[in-house]
């Protein structure tokens, strides 16, 4: 599970300095904004999804990672007061995030003309993601809100230094990203 996050994160990165060259300076006030990173005007998913929840969950399973010692047993010590930090303030914007978008009256998947993620390479594009979440806005609100609720689980966790708790509930919030992907990203595919 882990791995796998590590793989796609080197590939996302490389997709989240791509968009950054092509972001507005409105959007780029949101990121340096409070703590919680939505403005009163929700960004769309596209920008969501590469500038916060891509860094964010990995600034939560990243770090939780570091709480394995050398024979592959979970050990809270091992993870620093600067970590469990990093852990929490990640696990927040998340829940955050989420639950703006459970809220939202309108969920918006990309400004005119912006290509997602390997659009075209067997990824549909932003029309036909948007046709799917108009068709199905309440699913997509649930699995926003499911998001949150694991990430305030994880934020439990965190308040415990429970490291057990924590590895669980970060695989839990990889599945509640790959589930909505499932659904909304690349419907009919793995
Ligand atoms: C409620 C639905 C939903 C949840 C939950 C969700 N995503 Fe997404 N995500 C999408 C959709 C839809 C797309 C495709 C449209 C787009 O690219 O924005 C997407 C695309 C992405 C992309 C590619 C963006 C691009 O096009 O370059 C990344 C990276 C991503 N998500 C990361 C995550 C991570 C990490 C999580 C969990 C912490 C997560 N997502 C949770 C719906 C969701």
Known sequence: MIRTVYVSGAIFAAAIM????THSAVEEEVVVAEPVAVAPEL??????????????FQ??????????????NLDSSLLTDEQWATMKASAEVL????????????????EDGEELFNEGQGFIA??????IIDAEP????????YLADEAERTLDAIEARDAEALSLSSDNLYAACKTCHTVYWYPGRR
């Open 95 to 110: 829940r955050d995030t989420s639950r703006a978008f459970a809220a939202a009256e309108q969920i918006r998947v990309a």
């Open 138 to 145: 309440d699913g997509f609100k649930a699995m926003m809100t």
């Open 126 to 131: 932003s029309e036909d993601v948007q046709a």
């Open 43 to 56: 960004p769309t998913l596209y920008y969501a999804m590469t500038d916060i929840y891509q860094p964010e």
């Open 18 to 21: 791509m968009a950054a060259c």
């Open 59 to 72: 600034g939560v399973a990243d770090t939780a990672f570091w709480a394995y010692d050398d024979d592959g």
